[in-house]
C-alpha cells in the first residue's frame, strides 16, 4: 500500500482532507459546471434583451389595429384574423407568446369568441391567459369563462370559475355580476339554496350595487322553490 493511499485510510473522517481532495480531483469538471452557469446566465440576459424585448415592442405595435376592429361587432372577424395587412389577435397570441401583448390578445380572443357564440374556442384563448395582477382584466378573464362553461352547460366548471371572478379583487362593481350569474346557475341546476345564498351575498356585502336594487326578486324566487 503506498503511503497516500495509507494517509487516506488513516485519515478517512478528515471532513477538510475529503472536501480538499474533492475539490482538485473534480476541479476540471467544477470548472466545467462554473463556466456553463455563467453560459446559461449570459444567454438568459441576452435573450431578454435581444429576444423578448424586441419581439414584445413589436407585438405591442401590432395590437393597436386589432383593438380598434375589436370595438366593433361588425369587425370581429378582422381583430381576430387581420385584414390582410395588420395581424390580428389569433397571430399576436402566437406568434409572440410569452409576451404581455400576447396574453391580452388571448383575453380579447376569449371575447370575441364568446360574442360569436364559438364557446370553446373562447374557452380554449381564455385557458391561456396568465394573471397579471391587473384588477379589471383579471377578474374578467374568469368571468368570461364561467360564461362561456356556462353556454357549453357544463355548468360544475362555470360555478368554480364564477366564485373565482366574485373573489378575485373583490369590489361592488363585478362581484355582484359575477355572483348573481352564479345564482342563475345554481338555479339551472335547480340547487335554489345556493343560488339564495349567492343572491343573498349580493344584498349584504354589496348594497350599493346595481344589482342589488333589484336582488329581492331573485332572492324571493329561489326560495319560493326550496
Given at each position: 500500500?503506498?503511503?497516500?493511499?495509507?494517509?487516506?485510510?488513516?485519515?478517512?473522517?478528515?471532513?477538510?482532507?475529503?472536501?480538499?481532495?474533492?475539490?482538485?480531483?473534480?476541479?476540471?469538471?467544477?470548472?466545467?459546471?462554473?463556466?456553463?452557469i455563467?453560459?446559461?446566465?449570459?444567454?438568459?440576459?441576452?435573450?431578454?434583451?435581444?429576444?423578448?424585448?424586441?419581439?414584445?415592442?413589436?407585438?405591442?405595435?401590432?395590437?393597436?389595429?386589432?383593438?380598434?376592429?375589436?370595438?366593433?361587432?361588425?369587425?370581429?372577424?378582422?381583430?381576430i384574423?387581420?385584414?390582410?395587412?395588420?395581424?390580428?389577435?389569433?397571430?399576436?397570441?402566437?406568434?409572440?407568446?410569452?409576451?404581455?401583448?400576447?396574453?391580452?390578445?388571448?383575453?380579447?380572443?376569449?371575447?370575441?369568441?364568446?360574442?360569436?357564440g364559438?364557446?370553446?374556442?373562447?374557452?380554449?384563448?381564455?385557458?391561456?391567459?396568465?394573471n397579471?395582477?391587473?384588477?379589471?382584466?383579471?377578474?374578467?378573464v374568469?368571468?368570461m369563462?364561467?360564461?362561456?362553461?356556462?353556454?357549453?352547460?357544463?355548468?360544475?366548471?362555470?360555478?368554480?370559475?364564477?366564485?373565482?371572478?366574485?373573489?378575485?379583487?373583490?369590489?361592488?362593481?363585478?362581484?355582484?355580476?359575477?355572483?348573481?350569474?352564479?345564482?342563475?346557475?345554481?338555479?339551472?341546476?335547480?340547487?335554489?339554496?345556493?343560488?339564495?345564498?349567492?343572491?343573498?351575498?349580493?344584498?349584504?356585502?354589496?348594497?350599493?350595487?346595481?344589482?342589488?336594487?333589484?336582488?329581492?326578486?331573485?332572492?324571493?324566487?329561489?326560495?319560493?322553490?326550496?
Amino acid at each position: 500500500m503506498s503511503k497516500d493511499q495509507k494517509d487516506i485510510v488513516i485519515q478517512p473522517d478528515n471532513k477538510l482532507n475529503r472536501t480538499s481532495n474533492f475539490v482538485q480531483e473534480n476541479s476540471k469538471s467544477l470548472l466545467v459546471i462554473g463556466v456553463a452557469i455563467v453560459a446559461l446566465v449570459a444567454l438568459y440576459f441576452g435573450y431578454q434583451k435581444l429576444y423578448l424585448a424586441p419581439r414584445a415592442e413589436k407585438a405591442a405595435a401590432e395590437m393597436f389595429r386589432a383593438e380598434q376592429y375589436a370595438a366593433s361587432d361588425s369587425l370581429a372577424d378582422r381583430a381576430i384574423s387581420g385584414d390582410g395587412s395588420n395581424p390580428g389577435f389569433e397571430k399576436i397570441a402566437d406568434e409572440y407568446s410569452s409576451t404581455k401583448s400576447a396574453n391580452l390578445a388571448n383575453a380579447y380572443l376569449g371575447g370575441l369568441y364568446l360574442r360569436k357564440g364559438e364557446f370553446q374556442k373562447a374557452v380554449d384563448a381564455l385557458g391561456n391567459y396568465s394573471n397579471t395582477g391587473s384588477p379589471v382584466i383579471d377578474p374578467l378573464v374568469l368571468g368570461m369563462l364561467g360564461d362561456a362553461y356556462s353556454e357549453l352547460k357544463q355548468y360544475d366548471k362555470a360555478i368554480t370559475y364564477y366564485k373565482k371572478a366574485a373573489d378575485k379583487n373583490s369590489n361592488s362593481f363585478s362581484s355582484p355580476i359575477f355572483l348573481k350569474k352564479l345564482g342563475l346557475v345554481y338555479e339551472e341546476q335547480k340547487d335554489y339554496k345556493s343560488a339564495s345564498e349567492a343572491y343573498q351575498k349580493i344584498k349584504k356585502e354589496f348594497p350599493e350595487s346595481a344589482e342589488a336594487a333589484v336582488i329581492d326578486t331573485y332572492i324571493a324566487r329561489a326560495e319560493a322553490r326550496l
